[in-house]
């Protein structure tokens, strides 16, 4: 909960992660990709304002009691959504997994929302532990790392006929939120490994299901945009902007998001601290203030009160089902978060279509 | 006789190699490491990235741009380029020395050369240039109906139109004084006036993509070395 000028926010985090990326951790012959994982991660944290950068040795194994207090405390989030991230390949208990995400949600009910993840190359095991994992910890949301080496395989694609039969699963399991993101390497090498048209197809042919492309398709935002305006299930994690932007580089922060506002929406739009890449305090607080800075932004949607409350918190409450008590929610009139038909279109009657 | 060469013809034909993804020189992004050339025209160039995960493919690209782009200089008899602190470094290295091409530097994990994904970039270094081109002009009170009308001839010099005609004639499409201003990327077709607001728009939106990109490759590189950006 944040509270800034008489209006309060309802934060859900909607994008972090538990991890252990500590020496201990890495695969004997796999520790150049573990600890280069790592210190990219790192360097992503250069991008936060420098009182809260970390020492690698936190930043490679944080506790739970600094989780608890950069997230919870002092970091404004009401519910935090875990998303896993495996590279078992690399790290001996997976970077992230759902297990140990799971084990600290449970020591602090009502906190946290765990989430799981797949590979379809796991096969016909995958789909059992998909359903153990649905069972065991009520997992409504999964996360996608299309760019994971297996085996020699450098990634996968959400087009491979395997994935589809995943895609069913989570529907038959009531899972609904597909987080997708794409990562550098994916095989075939040669191929662009960020491309998002896979994210297309699938979205396209599960309806039922809400597909978050976390950090926007980065490096692919205008990709990204143009499948969103077209597709009414895909969502913009804003994990990486907000965390990698708007303090580094305000002014490409100000153009990205006045982008996103008019291709994607404010309904469409959901906040992830990327924790323990970044800390959610620095950018709940700083997002609350934020504005475009200066004339050249107005022709870009306008960002108000409301804005805020459902990019911070209402979109993501509405995709998992958060029930959100009266005094957050928006008054009558101020849009409907999570709405399915915010997108503008590219059709030649939509708002694309003029120079307003 | 033989020509002497210095580090700084060396350093200006690096200026050329550009990140294909971004589309700035790699000079510029920071990502020239050292660039020494022996008296007998050995040149060693070391090459760095924000992220030892960088993509393999723009890694390969920007390596064997650089080795084509020294190892053309009057002078140079041998040029190395190294890749420092990546993951496919030793496979990227190898292959570019040994003039293997993509494919056969990534047995077994690709099926094709890089042409179409730097034709891809290109399209996209194409439709960020039309912004950089065409925002001026709507600012100064051009209407869609001039723009679709417009040619390359009629608009005032810029280094930014310099560069968008540099990039439509790398993609293989026309770009004489007589030339639409706006074209599709893809066929070269000149783009009818119902379409030239979400044409813009989506020039707009790539160059915002792009220039995102950019910052947030400089910050990387910036925190991973300590350098300062030019």
Not at chain 1, 123 to 138: I, S, T
Not at chain 2, 98 to 103: C, D, E
Request: charge should be negative; charged fraction near 25%; hydrophobic fraction near 40%.
């Amino acid at each position: 909960m944040y509270s800034k000028d008489g209006e309060r926010y309802f934060v859900v985090d909607s994008h972090m992660h538990y991890w252990n990326a500590a020496p201990d951790n890495w695969v004997p012959g796999a520790e150049q990709y573990a600890k280069g994982w790592i210190e990219c991660f790192h360097a992503y944290q250069g991008l936060a304002p420098a009182e809260t950068h970390w020492p690698m040795e936190k930043f490679q194994k944080y506790s739970e009691d600094d989780l608890m207090k950069d997230v919870f405390t002092d970091g404004h989030v009401d519910v935090a959504i875990f998303q896993p991230t495996y590279l078992t390949e690399w790290y001996k208990e997976g970077f992230n997994t759902t297990e140990r995400n799971a084990a600290l949600g449970a020591k602090h009910p009502g906190k946290f929302i765990t989430n799981t993840r797949w590979d379809p190359r796991d096969g016909e095991d995958g789909l059992k532990k998909l359903a153990e994992n649905v069972e065991r910890f009520g997992s409504k949301g999964v996360k996608l790392y299309t760019a994971e080496w297996r085996e020699g395989s450098r990634g996968w694609t959400l087009k491979d006929p395997a994935a589809y039969k995943y895609l069913e699963a989570c529907q038959e399991l009531g899972i609904v939120n597909i987080h997708v993101h794409k990562g550098p390497t994916i095989w075939p090498l040669d191929k662009d490994a960020f491309d998002v048209s896979d994210i297309d197809h699938a979205a396209t042919d599960f309806p039922e299901l809400n597909f978050i492309v976390e950090h926007v398709g980065l490096p692919r935002i205008e990709d990204f945009c143009f499948m969103a305006t077209q597709e009414p299930n895909v969502y913009a994690g804003l994990s990486v902007v907000i965390g990698g932007l708007m303090h580094a580089r305000p002014k490409f922060f100000a153009r990205v998001m006045g982008e996103l506002l008019f291709w994607v929406g404010e309904d469409k739009m959901t906040f992830g601290s990327d924790y323990g890449i970044w800390e959610p305090k620095w950018q709940v607080e700083g997002f609350v203030d934020w504005d475009y800075p200066g004339d050249e932004f107005s022709d870009f949607p306008r960002v108000t009160t409301a804005t805020k409350k459902k990019i911070l918190g209402l979109n993501a409450a509405k995709l998992y089902g958060i029930e959100v008590p009266v005094e957050f929610q928006l008054d009558a009139g101020e849009g409907t978060p999570g709405a399915r038909d915010d997108a503008v279109g590219v059709s030649s009657d939509s708002p694309a279509a003029t120079l307003a | 006789m033989t020509t002497t060469v210095d580090g700084s013809r060396v350093l200006s034909a690096l200026g050329e190699v550009r990140d294909p993804e971004l589309d700035e020189p790699i000079t510029a992004l920071g990502f020239v490491a050292s660039c020494d050339v022996s008296a007998d025209g050995h040149a060693e160039v070391h090459l760095r990235l924000p992220t030892y995960f960088c993509a393999p493919n723009f890694a390969y690209l920007m390596v064997a741009d650089a080795y084509d782009a020294v190892s053309m200089l009057d002078g140079v008899r041998h040029t190395e380029v190294v890749l420092d602190d990546h993951f496919a470094a030793d496979a990227i290295n190898g292959g570019v020395a040994a003039r293997a091409g993509f494919v056969r530097s990534f047995a077994g994990e690709a099926v094709g050369e890089l042409d179409n994904l730097r034709v891809d970039f290109l399209r996209k270094a194409v439709m960020a240039g039309t912004d950089q081109v065409c925002r001026p002009l709507a600012d100064a009170g051009a209407s869609p109906a001039d723009l679709a009308a417009m040619t390359l001839g009629a608009v005032p010099p810029s280094p930014a139109l310099d560069r968008l005609r540099r990039r439509r004639a790398e993609l293989g499409l026309a770009a004489g004084d007589d030339e639409p201003l706006l074209v599709d990327p893809r066929s070269g077709a000149p783009i009818g006036l119902d379409a030239v607001p979400l044409h813009l728009r989506k020039a707009r939106l790539t160059r915002t993509s792009l220039d995102a990109n950019t910052g947030i490759c400089r910050g990387m590189l910036r925190h991973r070395y300590g350098v300062e950006e030019t």
